[in-house]
């Protein structure tokens, strides 16, 4: 089992910058992928970025335009999203996800993910 914690989101006016945080329980954090998904009302969950188990690739939805980065530090059971030039369109209530290593699966799918953290939300004012 894996518990996830995120922290970090809040009220920030567009254009400006915060960092999300996700702590994990357990001794194998770094054989797990994890991922930032968000929602925003009456929309469906969306991925956003990924780090994988490896923590050598990471990957991100397109519409981001560079302005999102996914790190993690495997010594703190911790992964990291650092928001930049934040748009009102970014508002929604951001999870931390997380899947054990194996093949041949779709990072961009919710239904990879068997652990949640409970969310975090994320308003930008306009």
């Known amino acids: 089992q894996v518990q996830l914690v995120e922290s970090g989101g809040g009220l920030v006016q567009a254009g400006g910058s915060l960092r999300l945080s996700c702590a994990a329980s357990g001794r194998t954090f770094s054989t797990y992928s994890m991922a930032w998904f968000r929602q925003a009302p009456g929309k469906e969950r969306e991925f956003v970025a990924v780090?994988?188990?490896?923590?050598?690739?990471?990957y991100y939805v397109d519409s981001l335009e560079g302005r999102f980065t996914i790190s993690r530090d495997n010594a703190k059971n911790t992964v990291y999203l650092q928001m930049n030039s934040l748009k009102p369109e970014d508002a929604a209530v951001y999870y931390c996800a997380a899947t054990p290593r194996r093949s041949g699966i779709d990072f961009r799918q919710s239904t990879t993910y068997a652990y949640w953290g409970q969310g975090t939300q994320v308003t930008v004012s306009s």
């Open positions: 780090s994988t188990w490896s923590g050598g690739s990471t």
